[in-house]
């Protein structure tokens, strides 16, 4: 485990951006799960701009968005969202994006299928992934159990389609971003506090190489 202070917020977005290049640049056909959070905007802007100048070729990666909204009339889609933040500007095949549906007559076969995509392809290699200010990933509620694999879930009031936190413990790495000092209290507990279904992001204390980066702001409680 690993936990890294930056000064603030677009230097921690930095650095998230600059350890997945690295993963790209590494291996160029890996496998890449990506959350879509407000937190990460600043880490897409940077990793855009590292494609936009040449730096970087996603030309022959797998990309797992990791999480995506029941579709109604008035959810906008995590896709499009990240299709504006990163999607739009690099260079990836659409026939090597996958994501939880967002409609379904049968939801336990579609996510089920969602996460044997991520099987086929090899298991992702990274995933990314944002920390909230309740202490969850994703949207995996704090609950009395372990939240599952990829699986419908009410998160305040709103129906998503979520990986569940086993689907990215069995990531090769993980990264997760947490900045602001609303979510000081949130890290806390997620690195001092118990390995508890209460706080999900707490299990990923667990994983053999995830690497916490953070800013000052986030970091000022430990």
Request: net charge negative; charged share 20%; proline share 5%.
């Amino acid at each position: 485990m690993s936990v890294l202070v930056f000064k603030d917020k677009q230097t921690a977005a930095n650095a998230v951006a600059t350890v997945l290049a690295a993963q790209l640049i590494e291996k160029p056909s890996c496998n890449i799960g990506l959350d879509y959070d407000p937190g990460l905007v600043p880490v897409f802007g940077a990793l855009a701009g590292m494609s936009g100048s040449g730096m970087l070729d996603w030309s022959g990666l797998n990309i797992f968005q990791l999480c995506e909204r029941v579709k109604t009339d008035a959810a906008r889609p995590l896709r499009e969202m990240l299709h504006r933040a990163l999607l739009s500007g690099i260079n990836y095949m659409p026939q090597n994006y996958y994501a939880p549906p967002s409609e379904s007559t049968n939801w336990s076969d579609d996510c089920k299928l969602f996460e044997d995509r991520i099987l086929q392809a090899g298991g992702l290699d990274m995933a990314l992934v944002a920390l909230k200010d309740d202490g969850c990933v994703l949207y995996n509620r704090g609950e009395s159990e372990l939240p599952p694999i990829t699986h419908v879930e009410i998160f305040k009031e709103e129906k998503v389609v979520t990986a569940g936190i086993p689907t990215i413990m069995m990531a090769g790495k993980l990264v997760l971003l947490a900045t602001g000092r609303d979510k000081a209290q949130a890290v806390r507990a997620m690195l001092q506090g118990p390995v508890t279904t209460a706080v999900p992001a707490s299990y990923l204390q667990l994983h053999a190489s995830v690497t916490f980066i953070l800013d000052e702001d986030a970091a000022s409680l430990l």
